[in-house]
Protein backbone atom coordinates (compact mmCIF):
# COMPACT_ATOMS: atom_id res chain seq x y z
CA UNK A 1 0.00 0.00 0.00
CA UNK A 2 1.09 3.43 -0.93
CA UNK A 3 1.64 5.84 2.26
CA UNK A 4 -0.37 8.87 2.06
CA UNK A 5 0.74 12.24 3.30
CA UNK A 6 -1.08 15.16 4.36
CA UNK A 7 -0.96 18.85 5.20
CA UNK A 8 0.14 20.00 8.46
CA UNK A 9 -2.29 22.79 9.49
CA UNK A 10 -2.95 24.37 13.22
CA UNK A 11 -0.59 21.05 14.32
CA UNK A 12 -2.78 18.26 12.82
CA UNK A 13 -1.89 16.25 9.98
CA UNK A 14 -4.92 17.17 7.46
CA UNK A 15 -6.18 15.09 5.15
CA UNK A 16 -7.02 17.12 1.75
CA UNK A 17 -10.36 17.55 0.38
CA UNK A 18 -8.55 17.98 -2.98
CA UNK A 19 -6.19 15.95 -5.27
CA UNK A 20 -3.05 13.56 -4.81
CA UNK A 21 -0.07 13.38 -6.45
CA UNK A 22 2.72 10.64 -6.35
CA UNK A 23 6.48 10.81 -6.11
CA UNK A 24 8.72 8.33 -7.61
CA UNK A 25 11.93 7.31 -6.76
CA UNK A 26 13.91 8.87 -9.99
CA UNK A 27 16.56 6.02 -9.45
CA UNK A 28 13.78 3.73 -9.94
CA UNK A 29 10.22 4.90 -11.45
CA UNK A 30 8.63 1.63 -10.82
CA UNK A 31 8.82 2.72 -6.58
CA UNK A 32 6.22 4.97 -5.68
CA UNK A 33 7.71 7.30 -2.80
CA UNK A 34 4.23 8.49 -1.52
CA UNK A 35 0.81 9.84 -2.17
CA UNK A 36 1.09 13.70 -1.20
CA UNK A 37 -1.65 16.17 -1.14
CA UNK A 38 -2.65 18.95 -3.55
CA UNK A 39 -3.49 21.83 -1.04
CA UNK A 40 -6.74 23.65 -2.14
CA UNK A 41 -7.27 27.77 -1.62
CA UNK A 42 -9.12 26.72 1.17
CA UNK A 43 -6.86 24.61 2.86
CA UNK A 44 -3.59 27.21 2.30
CA UNK A 45 -5.98 30.22 3.49
CA UNK A 46 -6.63 27.38 6.87
CA UNK A 47 -2.92 27.63 6.83
CA UNK A 48 -2.55 30.97 7.00
CA UNK A 49 -5.08 31.72 9.48
CA UNK A 50 -3.80 29.36 12.00
CA UNK A 51 -0.25 30.89 11.55
CA UNK A 52 -1.99 33.88 12.16
CA UNK A 53 -3.44 32.84 15.57
CA UNK A 54 -0.28 30.85 17.15
CA UNK A 55 1.78 33.69 16.08
CA UNK A 56 1.53 36.67 19.00
CA UNK A 57 1.65 33.48 21.53
CA UNK A 58 5.18 32.66 19.53
CA UNK A 59 6.43 35.80 19.09
CA UNK A 60 6.28 37.03 22.68
CA UNK A 61 7.86 33.67 24.15
CA UNK A 62 11.07 34.65 25.64
CA UNK A 63 13.77 33.31 23.00
CA UNK A 64 16.09 31.48 25.48
CA UNK A 65 12.52 29.17 25.45
CA UNK A 66 12.39 29.52 21.48
CA UNK A 67 15.91 28.04 21.47
CA UNK A 68 15.19 25.17 23.59
CA UNK A 69 13.21 23.80 20.77
CA UNK A 70 15.21 24.24 18.04
CA UNK A 71 17.75 22.64 20.71
CA UNK A 72 15.23 19.42 21.02
CA UNK A 73 14.47 19.66 16.63
CA UNK A 74 18.48 19.04 16.19
CA UNK A 75 18.90 16.11 18.63
CA UNK A 76 15.90 14.48 17.34
CA UNK A 77 16.97 15.17 13.42
CA UNK A 78 20.43 13.47 14.91
CA UNK A 79 18.41 10.48 16.04
CA UNK A 80 16.14 10.12 13.05
CA UNK A 81 19.55 10.88 10.45
CA UNK A 82 19.71 7.50 8.93
CA UNK A 83 15.76 7.07 7.82
CA UNK A 84 15.64 11.03 6.85
CA UNK A 85 18.72 10.96 4.56
CA UNK A 86 17.56 7.43 2.95
CA UNK A 87 14.15 8.95 2.13
CA UNK A 88 15.38 12.07 1.11
CA UNK A 89 17.63 9.65 -1.51
CA UNK A 90 14.16 7.99 -2.60
CA UNK A 91 12.46 10.82 -3.39
CA UNK A 92 15.51 13.23 -4.47
CA UNK A 93 18.41 10.66 -6.19
CA UNK A 94 21.46 12.12 -4.42
CA UNK A 95 23.97 9.72 -2.90
CA UNK A 96 23.20 8.41 0.46
CA UNK A 97 26.59 10.54 1.54
CA UNK A 98 25.14 13.21 0.17
CA UNK A 99 21.82 13.25 1.67
CA UNK A 100 23.24 12.14 5.26
CA UNK A 101 25.27 15.14 5.04
CA UNK A 102 22.67 17.60 4.23
CA UNK A 103 20.63 16.29 7.23
CA UNK A 104 23.17 16.52 9.72
CA UNK A 105 23.92 19.92 8.69
CA UNK A 106 20.16 20.81 9.16
CA UNK A 107 20.65 19.76 12.96
CA UNK A 108 23.69 22.14 12.66
CA UNK A 109 21.71 24.85 11.29
CA UNK A 110 19.18 24.53 13.91
CA UNK A 111 21.50 24.26 16.56
CA UNK A 112 23.40 27.78 15.43
CA UNK A 113 19.79 29.70 15.19
CA UNK A 114 18.58 28.31 18.91
CA UNK A 115 21.65 29.84 20.09
CA UNK A 116 20.40 33.26 18.23
CA UNK A 117 17.46 33.07 21.25
CA UNK A 118 20.25 33.80 23.65
CA UNK A 119 22.45 36.16 21.22
CA UNK A 120 20.29 38.30 19.14
CA UNK A 121 18.82 41.91 20.34
CA UNK A 122 19.10 45.64 19.50
CA UNK A 123 21.20 48.26 20.82
CA UNK A 124 21.29 50.87 23.66
CA UNK A 125 22.03 54.54 22.28
CA UNK A 126 22.67 57.48 24.03
CA UNK A 127 19.66 59.42 24.75
CA UNK A 128 19.21 63.09 24.35
CA UNK A 129 17.88 64.35 27.31
CA UNK A 130 18.57 63.34 31.01
CA UNK A 131 16.34 60.16 32.59
CA UNK A 132 15.29 58.48 29.52
CA UNK A 133 16.72 55.28 28.25
CA UNK A 134 16.90 55.13 24.25
CA UNK A 135 17.47 51.31 22.69
CA UNK A 136 15.97 49.29 19.76
CA UNK A 137 14.56 45.94 19.94
CA UNK A 138 13.52 42.91 17.34
CA UNK A 139 9.94 42.48 16.66
CA UNK A 140 9.26 39.80 14.24
CA UNK A 141 7.45 40.28 10.97
CA UNK A 142 4.72 37.80 11.62
CA UNK A 143 3.39 35.15 9.42
CA UNK A 144 6.00 34.29 6.67
CA UNK A 145 5.56 31.90 3.55
CA UNK A 146 8.72 29.72 3.11
CA UNK A 147 9.10 28.63 -0.48
CA UNK A 148 11.84 26.65 -1.15
CA UNK A 149 13.22 24.18 -4.33
CA UNK A 150 13.67 20.27 -4.28
CA UNK A 151 17.63 20.52 -4.45
CA UNK A 152 18.39 20.92 -0.95
CA UNK A 153 14.81 19.87 0.18
CA UNK A 154 15.94 19.60 4.39
CA UNK A 155 18.78 21.72 3.95
CA UNK A 156 17.55 24.79 2.85
CA UNK A 157 14.35 24.90 4.52
CA UNK A 158 16.07 24.90 7.58
CA UNK A 159 18.08 27.65 6.87
CA UNK A 160 14.77 30.03 6.25
CA UNK A 161 12.49 28.30 9.15
CA UNK A 162 14.86 28.06 11.74
CA UNK A 163 15.46 31.92 11.63
CA UNK A 164 12.43 32.50 11.13
CA UNK A 165 11.06 30.54 14.07
CA UNK A 166 13.90 31.91 16.59
CA UNK A 167 12.49 35.60 15.23
CA UNK A 168 9.40 34.78 16.80
CA UNK A 169 7.61 34.35 13.46
CA UNK A 170 4.85 32.13 12.60
CA UNK A 171 5.38 30.04 9.35
CA UNK A 172 3.38 28.50 6.49
CA UNK A 173 5.97 26.42 3.96
CA UNK A 174 5.34 25.04 0.52
CA UNK A 175 8.05 22.51 -0.28
CA UNK A 176 8.91 21.56 -3.63
CA UNK A 177 5.90 18.97 -5.21
CA UNK A 178 9.75 17.13 -6.37
CA UNK A 179 10.53 16.67 -2.30
CA UNK A 180 7.59 16.77 -0.20
CA UNK A 181 8.63 14.02 1.75
CA UNK A 182 11.74 15.08 3.70
CA UNK A 183 9.30 18.70 4.17
CA UNK A 184 6.56 16.31 6.28
CA UNK A 185 9.94 14.96 8.03
CA UNK A 186 11.18 18.30 8.92
CA UNK A 187 7.63 19.49 10.11
CA UNK A 188 7.09 16.13 12.06
CA UNK A 189 10.52 16.71 14.16
CA UNK A 190 9.33 19.92 14.92
CA UNK A 191 6.24 19.27 16.11
CA UNK A 192 7.80 16.20 18.10
CA UNK A 193 10.38 19.17 19.43
CA UNK A 194 7.70 21.14 21.30
CA UNK A 195 6.41 23.87 18.75
CA UNK A 196 3.32 25.23 19.36
CA UNK A 197 -0.31 24.28 17.11
CA UNK A 198 0.18 26.61 14.35
CA UNK A 199 3.43 27.98 14.38
CA UNK A 200 4.48 25.57 11.90
CA UNK A 201 2.10 24.99 9.15
CA UNK A 202 2.79 22.43 5.56
CA UNK A 203 0.69 22.77 2.72
CA UNK A 204 1.97 20.84 -0.28
CA UNK A 205 0.69 21.08 -4.08
CA UNK A 206 0.99 23.02 -6.92
CA UNK A 207 3.88 26.01 -7.05
CA UNK A 208 1.83 28.21 -9.22
CA UNK A 209 -1.35 27.73 -7.00
CA UNK A 210 -0.61 27.20 -3.51
CA UNK A 211 2.57 29.60 -4.01
CA UNK A 212 0.07 31.96 -5.62
CA UNK A 213 -2.59 31.50 -2.54
CA UNK A 214 0.65 31.94 -0.15
CA UNK A 215 2.23 35.23 -1.60
CA UNK A 216 -0.80 37.08 -2.38
CA UNK A 217 -2.98 36.54 0.84
CA UNK A 218 -3.00 39.71 2.86
CA UNK A 219 -2.19 38.07 6.02
CA UNK A 220 1.30 37.10 5.35
CA UNK A 221 3.86 39.62 6.34
CA UNK A 222 7.14 38.20 4.30
CA UNK A 223 8.09 35.89 1.91
CA UNK A 224 10.98 33.61 1.69
CA UNK A 225 11.89 31.98 -1.91
CA UNK A 226 14.92 30.06 -3.32
CA UNK A 227 14.27 28.41 -6.39
CA UNK A 228 14.26 29.53 -10.39
CA UNK A 229 15.15 33.09 -11.54
CA UNK A 230 11.50 32.52 -13.59
CA UNK A 231 9.16 32.07 -10.68
CA UNK A 232 11.63 34.27 -8.04
CA UNK A 233 10.64 37.51 -10.49
CA UNK A 234 7.05 36.38 -10.65
CA UNK A 235 6.80 36.21 -7.28
CA UNK A 236 8.73 39.62 -6.55
CA UNK A 237 5.97 41.50 -8.69
CA UNK A 238 3.25 40.35 -6.27
CA UNK A 239 4.97 41.08 -3.22
CA UNK A 240 6.26 44.29 -3.99
CA UNK A 241 2.33 45.57 -4.36
CA UNK A 242 1.88 45.04 -0.85
CA UNK A 243 5.52 46.07 0.02
CA UNK A 244 6.06 43.09 2.48
CA UNK A 245 9.74 41.84 3.42
CA UNK A 246 10.55 39.08 0.63
CA UNK A 247 13.61 37.59 -0.19
CA UNK A 248 14.93 35.46 -3.31
CA UNK A 249 17.69 33.19 -4.08
CA UNK A 250 17.89 31.71 -6.94
CA UNK A 251 19.72 30.74 -10.27
CA UNK A 252 23.43 30.44 -10.91
CA UNK A 253 26.00 29.68 -13.57
CA UNK A 254 28.93 29.40 -12.21
CA UNK A 255 32.42 29.51 -12.99
CA UNK A 256 35.46 28.70 -11.81
CA UNK A 257 39.02 29.68 -13.29
CA UNK A 258 41.76 27.31 -13.66
CA UNK A 259 45.03 29.62 -14.03
CA UNK A 260 48.28 28.72 -15.74
CA UNK A 261 49.88 28.10 -12.46
CA UNK A 262 47.23 25.85 -11.20
CA UNK A 263 47.80 22.42 -9.46
CA UNK A 264 45.94 21.05 -12.42
CA UNK A 265 44.74 17.66 -10.19
CA UNK A 266 43.35 20.05 -7.81
CA UNK A 267 41.68 21.80 -10.15
CA UNK A 268 40.39 18.43 -11.71
CA UNK A 269 39.08 17.27 -8.31
CA UNK A 270 37.73 20.44 -7.89
CA UNK A 271 35.92 20.92 -10.99
CA UNK A 272 34.12 17.32 -10.15
CA UNK A 273 33.37 18.11 -7.17
CA UNK A 274 31.47 21.06 -7.77
CA UNK A 275 30.16 20.25 -11.23
CA UNK A 276 29.17 16.31 -10.82
CA UNK A 277 28.52 16.63 -7.23
CA UNK A 278 24.62 16.36 -6.64
CA UNK A 279 24.17 15.47 -10.09
CA UNK A 280 25.16 18.87 -11.09
CA UNK A 281 21.72 20.08 -9.13
CA UNK A 282 23.18 22.74 -7.07
CA UNK A 283 22.37 26.82 -7.54
CA UNK A 284 26.11 26.63 -6.93
CA UNK A 285 27.38 24.24 -9.16
CA UNK A 286 30.37 24.81 -11.29
CA UNK A 287 29.35 24.73 -15.22
CA UNK A 288 31.58 26.94 -16.77
CA UNK A 289 35.45 25.81 -16.26
CA UNK A 290 37.46 29.00 -17.55
CA UNK A 291 40.94 27.62 -18.73
CA UNK A 292 44.26 29.35 -19.19
CA UNK A 293 45.12 28.28 -22.86
CA UNK A 294 48.40 26.93 -21.58
CA UNK A 295 47.18 24.28 -19.37
CA UNK A 296 44.38 23.80 -21.70
CA UNK A 297 45.37 20.54 -22.96
CA UNK A 298 46.27 18.97 -20.21
CA UNK A 299 43.57 19.80 -17.82
CA UNK A 300 40.82 18.65 -20.24
CA UNK A 301 42.54 15.73 -20.65
CA UNK A 302 42.49 14.93 -17.34
CA UNK A 303 38.85 16.08 -16.27
CA UNK A 304 37.86 14.10 -19.36
CA UNK A 305 38.82 10.93 -17.92
CA UNK A 306 37.57 12.07 -14.27
CA UNK A 307 34.04 12.33 -15.55
CA UNK A 308 34.29 9.20 -17.53
CA UNK A 309 35.71 6.83 -14.49
CA UNK A 310 32.66 8.78 -12.49
CA UNK A 311 30.62 5.50 -11.18
CA UNK A 312 26.80 6.49 -11.96
CA UNK A 313 24.22 4.86 -10.10
CA UNK A 314 21.30 4.89 -7.61
CA UNK A 315 21.94 7.04 -4.70
CA UNK A 316 21.11 4.01 -2.09
CA UNK A 317 23.12 1.69 -4.02
CA UNK A 318 27.14 1.20 -2.05
CA UNK A 319 29.63 2.47 -4.83
CA UNK A 320 27.11 5.00 -6.79
CA UNK A 321 29.08 8.35 -6.59
CA UNK A 322 26.54 10.12 -8.65
CA UNK A 323 22.89 9.89 -8.89
CA UNK A 324 19.80 10.08 -11.14
CA UNK A 325 18.35 13.78 -12.19
CA UNK A 326 15.74 14.44 -9.99
CA UNK A 327 12.66 13.78 -12.63
CA UNK A 328 12.10 13.20 -16.40
CA UNK A 329 11.72 16.87 -17.19
CA UNK A 330 15.17 18.01 -15.82
CA UNK A 331 16.72 14.70 -17.42
CA UNK A 332 14.69 16.06 -20.82
CA UNK A 333 16.22 19.36 -20.25
CA UNK A 334 19.77 17.95 -19.03
CA UNK A 335 20.00 15.86 -22.44
CA UNK A 336 18.37 18.83 -24.85
CA UNK A 337 21.02 21.11 -23.85
CA UNK A 338 23.57 18.26 -24.66
CA UNK A 339 22.00 18.62 -28.28
CA UNK A 340 22.23 21.98 -28.20
CA UNK A 341 25.73 22.33 -26.82
CA UNK A 342 26.52 20.38 -30.40
CA UNK A 343 24.91 21.93 -32.43
CA UNK A 344 26.29 25.61 -31.52
CA UNK A 345 29.72 23.80 -32.29
CA UNK A 346 30.96 22.20 -29.17
CA UNK A 347 33.00 19.32 -28.92
CA UNK A 348 31.57 16.55 -26.64
CA UNK A 349 34.55 14.94 -24.99
CA UNK A 350 32.55 12.74 -22.00
CA UNK A 351 29.33 11.69 -21.27
CA UNK A 352 26.47 13.30 -23.64
CA UNK A 353 24.17 9.88 -23.32
CA UNK A 354 21.67 8.98 -21.27
CA UNK A 355 23.67 7.54 -18.76
CA UNK A 356 21.60 4.69 -18.76
CA UNK A 357 24.68 1.65 -18.03
CA UNK A 358 23.64 -1.70 -17.22
CA UNK A 359 20.63 -1.83 -14.85
CA UNK A 360 19.84 2.09 -14.78
CA UNK A 361 16.94 1.98 -17.42
CA UNK A 362 14.42 2.29 -15.30
CA UNK A 363 15.80 5.86 -13.76
CA UNK A 364 16.48 8.96 -14.49
CA UNK A 365 19.87 9.25 -15.03
CA UNK A 366 22.49 11.04 -17.15
CA UNK A 367 26.15 10.61 -17.56
CA UNK A 368 28.69 13.33 -16.70
CA UNK A 369 29.04 15.33 -19.39
CA UNK A 370 32.13 17.52 -20.56
CA UNK A 371 32.19 19.88 -23.61
CA UNK A 372 35.62 21.75 -24.69
CA UNK A 373 35.50 24.47 -27.35
CA UNK A 374 32.80 26.33 -25.65
CA UNK A 375 32.46 30.12 -27.07
CA UNK A 376 31.50 32.34 -23.76
CA UNK A 377 28.41 33.23 -25.91
CA UNK A 378 26.82 29.83 -26.17
CA UNK A 379 23.53 29.12 -25.02
CA UNK A 380 25.37 26.08 -23.22
CA UNK A 381 27.64 28.48 -21.36
CA UNK A 382 25.20 31.37 -20.56
CA UNK A 383 21.77 29.56 -19.25
CA UNK A 384 21.13 27.51 -16.08
CA UNK A 385 21.15 23.95 -17.14
CA UNK A 386 20.73 22.65 -13.36
CA UNK A 387 22.23 19.02 -14.40
CA UNK A 388 26.01 17.37 -14.92
CA UNK A 389 26.90 19.27 -17.77
CA UNK A 390 29.94 21.10 -17.92
CA UNK A 391 31.63 23.84 -20.54
CA UNK A 392 35.36 24.38 -20.93
CA UNK A 393 36.09 28.05 -21.86
CA UNK A 394 39.69 28.71 -22.99
CA UNK A 395 40.96 32.01 -22.37
CA UNK A 396 44.46 33.74 -23.40
CA UNK A 397 45.41 35.07 -20.05
CA UNK A 398 44.24 36.00 -16.68
CA UNK A 399 42.54 39.53 -18.08
CA UNK A 400 40.46 37.27 -20.21
CA UNK A 401 39.75 34.25 -18.14
CA UNK A 402 38.09 37.26 -15.89
CA UNK A 403 36.31 38.98 -18.44
CA UNK A 404 34.41 35.47 -19.53
CA UNK A 405 34.08 34.62 -16.21
CA UNK A 406 31.98 38.12 -15.57
CA UNK A 407 30.22 38.06 -18.50
CA UNK A 408 26.85 36.67 -17.30
CA UNK A 409 24.00 37.19 -16.02
CA UNK A 410 23.70 34.99 -12.76
CA UNK A 411 26.38 36.13 -9.87
CA UNK A 412 26.54 33.55 -7.08
CA UNK A 413 29.41 31.79 -6.18
CA UNK A 414 32.85 31.64 -8.43
CA UNK A 415 35.92 30.33 -7.72
CA UNK A 416 39.75 30.55 -8.81
CA UNK A 417 42.48 27.67 -8.23
CA UNK A 418 45.56 29.18 -8.38
CA UNK A 419 48.72 29.19 -6.44
CA UNK A 420 49.34 32.93 -7.63
CA UNK A 421 48.37 35.30 -4.57
CA UNK A 422 47.86 38.27 -6.79
CA UNK A 423 45.32 36.67 -9.38
CA UNK A 424 43.56 35.19 -5.87
CA UNK A 425 43.26 38.63 -4.45
CA UNK A 426 42.33 40.37 -7.49
CA UNK A 427 39.51 37.66 -8.15
CA UNK A 428 37.77 37.98 -4.91
CA UNK A 429 37.83 42.02 -5.31
CA UNK A 430 36.97 42.15 -8.73
CA UNK A 431 33.97 39.08 -9.11
CA UNK A 432 30.77 39.85 -9.72
CA UNK A 433 29.90 36.81 -7.08
CA UNK A 434 28.33 36.67 -3.75
CA UNK A 435 30.38 33.25 -2.89
CA UNK A 436 33.78 33.66 -3.78
CA UNK A 437 35.99 30.50 -2.67
CA UNK A 438 39.65 30.20 -3.74
CA UNK A 439 41.10 26.85 -4.69
CA UNK A 440 38.01 25.57 -2.97
CA UNK A 441 34.56 24.10 -4.93
CA UNK A 442 32.12 26.49 -6.28
CA UNK A 443 29.76 24.67 -3.58
CA UNK A 444 29.62 24.24 -0.37
CA UNK A 445 29.55 27.55 2.43
CA UNK A 446 29.72 27.28 6.50
CA UNK A 447 26.36 27.71 7.44
CA UNK A 448 27.21 30.54 9.91
CA UNK A 449 28.76 32.73 6.91
CA UNK A 450 26.61 35.09 4.91
CA UNK A 451 25.37 33.23 1.46
CA UNK A 452 23.35 34.92 -1.31
CA UNK A 453 24.24 35.90 -5.29
CA UNK A 454 24.19 39.23 -6.56
CA UNK A 455 22.77 39.98 -10.24
CA UNK A 456 20.14 37.83 -11.20
CA UNK A 457 20.69 35.27 -8.83
CA UNK A 458 19.26 36.96 -6.33
CA UNK A 459 16.89 39.87 -4.86
CA UNK A 460 19.88 41.09 -2.95
CA UNK A 461 17.97 42.29 -0.15
CA UNK A 462 19.01 39.89 2.82
CA UNK A 463 21.46 37.61 2.85
CA UNK A 464 20.34 34.01 4.19
CA UNK A 465 22.49 32.21 7.06
CA UNK A 466 24.45 33.94 9.96
CA UNK A 467 23.71 36.73 11.11
CA UNK A 468 21.67 38.28 8.40
CA UNK A 469 19.33 35.77 8.32
CA UNK A 470 17.92 37.10 11.54
CA UNK A 471 17.60 40.64 10.17
CA UNK A 472 15.46 39.79 7.63
CA UNK A 473 12.80 37.99 10.28
CA UNK A 474 13.19 40.98 12.27
CA UNK A 475 12.09 44.43 12.08
CA UNK A 476 13.96 46.79 14.16
CA UNK A 477 11.78 48.94 16.97
CA UNK A 478 13.46 51.96 18.53
CA UNK A 479 12.29 52.60 21.55
CA UNK A 480 12.57 55.90 23.73
CA UNK A 481 11.50 55.74 27.75
CA UNK A 482 11.59 59.14 29.89
CA UNK A 483 11.14 58.54 33.43
CA UNK A 484 10.25 61.81 35.47
P1 LIG B 1 11.28 26.52 -9.08
O1 LIG B 1 10.66 25.79 -10.18
O2 LIG B 1 11.45 27.98 -9.18
O3 LIG B 1 10.42 26.17 -7.77
C1 LIG B 1 10.79 26.64 -6.49
C2 LIG B 1 9.57 26.62 -5.58
O4 LIG B 1 8.62 27.58 -6.04
C3 LIG B 1 8.84 25.28 -5.57
O5 LIG B 1 8.33 25.04 -4.28
C4 LIG B 1 7.72 25.53 -6.56
O6 LIG B 1 6.62 24.66 -6.38
C5 LIG B 1 7.36 26.95 -6.21
N1 LIG B 1 6.60 27.67 -7.25
C6 LIG B 1 6.49 27.38 -8.57
N2 LIG B 1 5.71 28.29 -9.18
C7 LIG B 1 5.32 29.19 -8.24
C8 LIG B 1 4.52 30.37 -8.26
N3 LIG B 1 3.96 30.82 -9.38
N4 LIG B 1 4.35 31.05 -7.09
C9 LIG B 1 4.92 30.64 -5.96
N5 LIG B 1 5.68 29.51 -5.89
C10 LIG B 1 5.89 28.79 -7.01
O7 LIG B 1 12.73 25.92 -8.73
P2 LIG B 1 13.13 24.38 -8.61
O8 LIG B 1 12.97 23.76 -9.95
O9 LIG B 1 12.43 23.77 -7.46
O10 LIG B 1 14.66 24.49 -8.19
C11 LIG B 1 15.70 24.75 -9.09
C12 LIG B 1 16.09 26.21 -9.08
O11 LIG B 1 16.39 26.64 -7.74
C13 LIG B 1 17.36 26.49 -9.86
O12 LIG B 1 17.20 27.65 -10.62
C14 LIG B 1 18.41 26.72 -8.77
O13 LIG B 1 19.52 27.50 -9.16
C15 LIG B 1 17.61 27.38 -7.73
N6 LIG B 1 18.27 27.28 -6.42
C16 LIG B 1 18.85 28.40 -5.88
C17 LIG B 1 19.49 28.34 -4.66
C18 LIG B 1 20.09 29.55 -4.02
O14 LIG B 1 20.31 29.56 -2.81
N7 LIG B 1 20.40 30.59 -4.78
C19 LIG B 1 19.57 27.11 -3.97
C20 LIG B 1 18.99 25.99 -4.57
C21 LIG B 1 18.33 26.09 -5.79
P3 LIG B 1 6.47 23.32 -7.31
O15 LIG B 1 7.63 22.45 -6.99
O16 LIG B 1 5.18 22.77 -6.84
O17 LIG B 1 6.46 23.78 -8.73
MG1 LIG C 1 10.87 23.79 -11.25
Not at 80 to 107: P, Q
Not at 406 to 434: H, M, V, W
Request: net charge negative; proline share 5%; glycine share 12%.
Amino acid sequence: MTQQFHNFIGGEWVPTSGDTFEVRNPADTDEVVGLFPLATEDEVRAAVAAAEEAQPGWGTTPGPVRGEVLYRAAEIIRRRADELAADLTREEGKTLAESKGEVLRSADILDYFAGEGRRMGGETLPAETRNTLLFTTRMPLGVVAIITPWNFPIAIPTWKIAPALISGNAVVFKPASQSPLTAVHLVEVLAEAGLPKGVINLVIGSGSKVGNVLVTDERVDGVSFTGSYEVGTGIYLQTAKRMIRTQLEMGGKNPLIVAADADLDKAVALVTRGGFGLTGQACTATSRVVVDRAVAREFTDRLTAAARALKVGPGLQQGSQMGPAVSKGQRETDLEYIEIGQNEGARLVAGGSNGAGDGLGKGHFVAPTVFTDVRPDMRIAQEEIFGPVISVIEAGDFEDAMQIADNIGFGLAASICTNDLRKALQFAERIEAGLVKVNQPTTGVPLHAPFGGFKHSSSGTFKEQGKGAVDFYTRIKTVSIEVS
